[in-house]
Nanobody, 122 residues
Framework: QVQLVESGGGLVQAGDSLKLSCAAS??????MGWFRQAPGKEREFVAA????????ENVGSVKGRFTISRDNAKKSVYLQMNSLKPEDTAVYYC?????????????????WGQGTQVTVSA
């Protein structure tokens, strides 16, 4: 069993930055991803990173603003979010995947954290 613990969310103003962290337990190295879910919407892909650090980042609204990274020694993955917009407001979830697939879909992930709230005011 893997436990994922997210941190770093909060209330910020438009244009600000936040860095989310996700710490994983256990010894197995997983591919990791960040998803977000706004009220009334489905959970959507934000970014993912493979075991060796190869990135898969959203080509949509977060392109050029959000960057995923990982530190395998610390068993942690990060999401640097710059130039935040009100539409980025959501609960952000960290996921761990044993898949070697696209990492774009929620059903590829074996474990999820509890989520951290990010609220961006206009």
């Amino acid at each position: 069993q893997v436990q994922l613990v997210e941190s770093g969310g909060g209330l910020v103003q438009a244009g600000d930055s936040l860095k989310l962290s996700c710490a994983a337990s256990g010894r197995t190295l997983y591919a990791m991803g960040w998803f977000r879910q706004a009220p009334g919407k489905e959970r959507e892909f934000v970014a993912a990173i493979g075991r060796s650090g190869d990135r898969i980042e959203n080509v949509g609204s977060v392109k050029g603003r959000f960057t995923i990274s990982r530190d395998n020694a610390k068993k942690s993955v990060y999401l640097q979010m710059n130039s935040l917009k009100p539409e980025d407001t959501a609960v952000y979830y960290c996921g761990a995947s044993s898949s070697y697939g696209s990492l774009l879909k929620t059903d590829e992930y074996n474990y999820w954290g509890q989520g951290t709230q990010v609220t961006v005011s206009a």
